[in-house]
């Protein structure tokens, strides 16, 4: 169960961070988290925290909501 809700929140960032037409970079640059970071959480290997889950919200202009559903 932790494993695909992980993998979900990785595609949701992964899909908006494309549609935005950014890199995983520029993703970490605008979120202030680092890129490996941002690669990481996007291939499920990350259980992020909530204070990063606003970061990433921000960065991508999206609620948090967009992010987990």
């Given at each position: 169960?932790?494993?695909?809700?992980?993998?979900?929140?990785?595609?949701?960032?992964?899909?908006?961070?494309?549609?935005?037409?950014?890199?995983?970079?520029?993703?970490?640059k605008?979120?202030?988290?680092?890129?490996?970071?941002?690669?990481?959480?996007?291939n499920?290997?990350?259980?992020v925290?909530?204070?990063?889950v606003?970061?990433l919200?921000?960065?991508?202009?999206?609620?948090?909501?967009?992010?987990i559903?």
């Open positions: 169960m932790e494993n695909s809700v992980l993998k979900r929140f990785g595609n949701n960032v992964k899909r908006l961070r494309k549609s935005q037409g950014w890199s995983q970079e520029e993703l970490a605008r979120s202030g988290l680092h890129r490996t970071y941002i690669g990481s959480l996007e499920g290997g990350r259980n925290s909530l204070i990063n606003e970061r919200s921000k960065a991508l202009h999206v609620d948090i909501e967009s992010l559903k």
